[in-house]
């Protein structure tokens, strides 16, 4: 019998969920609807930088849900036939003005690349070879350089997946839709009763949940960055990205299109208005890396919301006694580089169903998910 699959949100891990769900075996029996309208959507005003792997951060669970998103992308890439526009591994550059700092980087890159194999190779650079590689820079500071690091162009990944679902069995509805207490999806054709109902909301997960009785303990932040248009080097279109000490990210992606970025605004939550003084910041963080760069060369700024929880871990799979629902929230500032993998894991458990055992990536979905009742 044919199995009816709904996903609320068409972001990175609704996009994701929605290629794998059109490819794995037993998608032939599948009819997929994906809900979306884009609102907020953190996926497209994402910078796009995958590189996690000299993350200050501790939490190891974390740390293999990112590395497994990493290596992930090119595979994704290849079989959803996605191109440089889309993801391209320029390298990343993580500078350090300190000398010892950089040793301790470099090390620790030597550390993590003998399990990860998509890092490439890792060398270090003085301020002329960063200064080389990224001709953009008037002012380069020496740096731990990445080959496997990537670019990634979250709008364009996502109506790429998207567009290859389609051709097989999703359809997309652009529309904002919500769930009642009976579990159904309340669109504006009306309710509707679907098999299993993907809820990739990001920031919009508790309003979601609500009805079903349940209360995601997850908040919104407000994220903002700007686009440059700055010199083409037409020899040159895979700069690596720069990734500077105390700074804003710096992502060059070829044809003179530069992005700088981003902002984390706790008090910003679900607010999408670009913020002028936020714009003269951002124009501050380019200058201190480029010194001739003006508001002249501002193309556009981009505003999105971020999903996080108090642990900063992303969650998702089956809610626990309502397994026909599944959820995928909090992935927070690495959500481009973890949802692949998130996406992908939801699509097996919503095709095949069981009890999925994701604790080396994650916590019980409890610490995050309790009874509005309770
Ligand atoms: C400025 C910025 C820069 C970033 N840079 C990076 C980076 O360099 N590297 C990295 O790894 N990560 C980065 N991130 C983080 C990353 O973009 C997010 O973590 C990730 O995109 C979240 O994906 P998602 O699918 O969970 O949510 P989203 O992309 O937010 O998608 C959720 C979608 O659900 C829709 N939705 C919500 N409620 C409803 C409803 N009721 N009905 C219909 N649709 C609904 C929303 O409109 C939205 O389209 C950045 C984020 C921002 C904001």
């Given amino acids: ?49 995958i590189s996690p792997w000299l993350s200050k951060r501790r939490n190891q669970r974390w740390y293999r849900l990112a590395k497994a998103g990493a290596d992930l992308f090119p595979e994704l890439i290849h079989d959803a036939q996605l191109g440089t526009d889309v993801y391209q591994q320029t390298g990343t550059i993580v500078t350090r003005e300190v000398p ?15 399990d990860a194999a998509t890092m490439g190779t890792v060398t270090t650079l003085n301020a002329a070879e960063v200064q080389a590689k990224v001709p953009l820079l008037s002012r380069a500071q020496p740096g731990v350089f990445i ?52 809820i990739a909301a990001g920031a919009w997960l508790k309003e979601l949940v609500a009805p079903l009785g349940i209360n995601a303990a997850v908040r919104p932040q407000k994220g903002q960055l700007i686009e440059l ?48 003084a936020v714009t003269a910041d951002l124009l501050g963080s380019a200058q201190r890396l480029m010194a001739d760069v003006t508001a002249d060369n501002i193309t556009g700024v981009r505003v999105g919301t971020r999903a996080y929880t108090a642990d ?6 089956p809610i626990p006694d309502q397994e026909k629902f599944l959820v995928a929230s909090g992935l927070g500032s690495s959500g481009l580089t973890t949802g692949p993998q998130v996406g992908r894991l939801l699509a097996g458990s919503a095709l095949y169903g069981g009890t999925p ?18």
């Fill in 312 to 317: 900063f871990a992303p969650f998702f799979g």
């Fill in 147 to 198: 080959t496997g690091g990537a670019r990634v162009d979250g709008a364009a990944l996502v109506s790429g997946l998207l567009a290859k679902a389609t051709q097989k069995n999703l359809t997309i509805r652009r529309e904002r839709v919500s769930l009642d207490a009976q579990g159904q999806v309340l669109t504006s054709l009306g309710a509707r009763q679907f098999d299993r109902v993907i």
């Fill in 1 to 49: 019998m044919e199995k009816r699959i709904a996903i609320i949100g068409g972001g990175i891990v609704g996009a994701t969920a929605a290629y794998y769900l059109s490819t794995l075996p037993g998608s032939e029996q599948t009819k997929v609807t994906l809900f979306d309208d884009g609102t907020g959507q953190a996926t497209t005003a994402a910078a796009g930088i």
């Fill in 100 to 114: 010892t700092d950089l040793e301790t980087l470099f090390d620790l890159a030597q550390e993590r690349r003998h």
């Fill in 357 to 374: 055992d994701w604790s080396e990536y994650e916590l019980p979905l409890t610490t995050y998910l309790t009874s509005s009742a309770e």
């Fill in 229 to 276: 248009a700055v010199k083409d080097y037409p020899l040159n279109e895979n700069m690596p990205v720069v990734m500077p000490e105390g700074e804003r990210d710096f992502v060059p992606f070829g044809h003179g299109k530069l992005i700088v970025g981003a902002t984390h605004e706790d008090d910003g939550k679900f607010n999408l208005a670009a913020d002028p």
